[in-house]
């Protein structure tokens, strides 16, 4: 007997939230494919609670998110944050006296082939220029881009974005979306209030309402 596929990677049904006695926050059953999916959804509706269910740091009231059709809280959580969920929030965690460069060789040593990769990626992002600056002199932008460098060279395959383009002048953000389109063979799903973001045709979108 084969090994089952699931196309669409990414499913959640009969999903729902509720934090403590406050109103139950509902989510439409919604099979995510490879590409780029934007989550709508007026303030305060659940989109960044939806984001915490997938990053498991919150548990649904009921109902399951699944990944290639196994409950996400069902895996490893050391295996699923190192091997399949990558996030980057708009407040990089990024600070202090480390180097762009001490992080690729941390990453270079506990994933292979990183080293193959960063070229491409520094090169992508505009990152050249702080390979050998202290983190904590970079700007807010600049972390967002260096904190989404290493998400990307983890090869993690379901990435949540959390306004990937904030605190970016308009060269970069291009660059940034022009990165994203071209990654997919991953589920990335991003909340963002951008237009550039909000507009391009044939990328997936899922309200939450």
């Given at each position: ?8 990677m ?7 939230f509720?934090?403590q006695?406050k109103e139950?926050?509902y989510?439409?059953?919604f ?6 999916t934007?989550?709508?959804g ?5 989109k ?12 649904p ?10 409950n996400?809280?069902f895996?490893?959580k ?5 091997y399949?969920?990558?996030?980057v ?18 990453l ?16 992508k992002l505009q ?9 904590e002199?970079?700007?807010g932008?600049?972390?967002y ?7 990307l ?5 379901l990435?949540?974005?959390d ?7 308009e ?11 071209e ?19 044939g ?7």
């Open positions: 007997m084969g090994t089952p596929r699931y196309p669409t990414l499913q959640i049904k009969n999903l729902s509720s934090y006695k139950v926050i989510y439409n059953d099979d995510f494919l490879p590409g780029i934007i989550i709508s007026v303030s305060g509706c659940g960044s609670t939806f984001f915490d269910l997938i990053g498991r740091t919150l548990f009231k009921t109902g399951a998110i699944l990944w290639q059709g196994v996400v809280n895996f490893d050391d295996f699923y944050y190192r399949i969920f990558g996030t929030t708009q407040n990089a965690g990024l600070s202090g006296y480390f180097k762009l460069n001490n992080y690729l060789a941390i270079d040593y506990i994933y292979p082939d990183t080293e193959k990769k960063i070229p491409y990626f520094i090169e990152l050249k220029h702080l390979l050998d600056e202290p983190i002199n970079c700007s932008g600049e972390k881009r260096i904190n989404l460098l290493i998400i060279l983890k090869g993690a395959p990435l949540c974005l306004e990937p383009t904030a605190h970016l002048d060269k970069n953000k291009k660059n940034v979306i022009e990165l994203l389109k990654l997919n063979d991953k589920v990335i799903l991003i909340i963002t209030h951008d237009p550039l973001l909000l507009t391009p045709d990328w997936n979108s899922f309200v939450v309402r």
